[in-house]
């Protein structure tokens, strides 16, 4: 199995100050025949289910705010919310659709400092 | 609009079977892989099973291999999941997740809210 790892497990930042959160792959998840990550991240605000935000590591999805951003291949990937808003408060969770078992990893938790 | 309501939660004694429903609209659902992922209380996402659009291939995490069956009912948007041999560590709000693509190989681009299973005697 894939196991997914994210750095670090919670983080307070300034309002429009940078996010970065880390996620760590034990395999990589860059497709060969095709040259895309399998990795995505979502967003999940307490009591909703999540929401994708980015996939194939950095494609954003549509509608959301281009202050996210993915970055990454292989077996290390990065989310950055560039400017962080208080509607971003929330747990951020990366995701392998590699190999099944399709792993997230534990979440990372943004608040407002 | 794309959309998802789960049924079927409950509570039910160890080793009893609840079979979960998730109708979809807004898409053409037989066009998609769909996925159950469950999120124990306060705790993080796992995934569980996955099922092509066809319904012609099924996987399932170790975790619930053997007990869990996921299936489609393309005719009437709808996924299941059928879950016996319930174990406590199985309470958990099981969600449905709509695939980006009719392959089981791909994120989950719209979610439903979810439906809550307890297991307790």
């Not at chain 1, 670090?8 to 792959?25: H, M, Q, Y």
């Amino acid at each position: 199995d894939i196991v997914m790892t994210q750095s670090p497990d919670s983080l307070a930042v300034f309002l429009g100050e940078r996010a970065t959160i880390n996620c760590k792959s034990s395999q990589s998840v860059l497709h060969s025949s095709n040259n895309k990550n399998y990795l995505a991240w979502y967003q999940q605000k307490p009591g909703q289910p999540p929401k994708l935000l980015i996939y194939g590591a950095s494609t954003r999805e549509s509608g959301v705010p281009d202050r996210f951003g993915g970055s990454g291949s292989g077996t290390n990937f990065t989310l950055t919310i560039s400017s962080l808003q208080a509607e971003d408060v929330a747990v951020y969770y990366c995701q392998q659709h590699f190999s099944v078992p399709f792993t997230f990893g534990p979440g990372t938790k943004v608040d407002i400092k | 609009e794309v959309h998802m309501l789960e049924s079927g939660g409950g509570l039910v004694q160890p080793g009893g079977s609840l079979r979960l429903s998730c109708l979809g609209s807004g898409f053409t659902f037989n066009n998609y892989a769909m996925n159950w992922v469950r999120q124990a209380p306060g705790k993080g996402l796992e995934w569980i099973s996955s099922i092509t659009g066809s319904g012609d291939r099924t996987f399932y995490a170790d975790s619930v291999k053997g007990r869990f069956t996921i299936s489609r009912d393309n005719s009437m948007n709808t996924l299941y999941l059928q879950m016996n041999s319930l174990r406590a560590e199985d309470t958990a709000e099981y969600l449905c997740a709509k695939g980006q693509s009719s392959s089981d190989y791909s994120a989950s681009d719209y979610w439903g809210q979810g439906t809550l299973v307890t297991v307790s005697s």
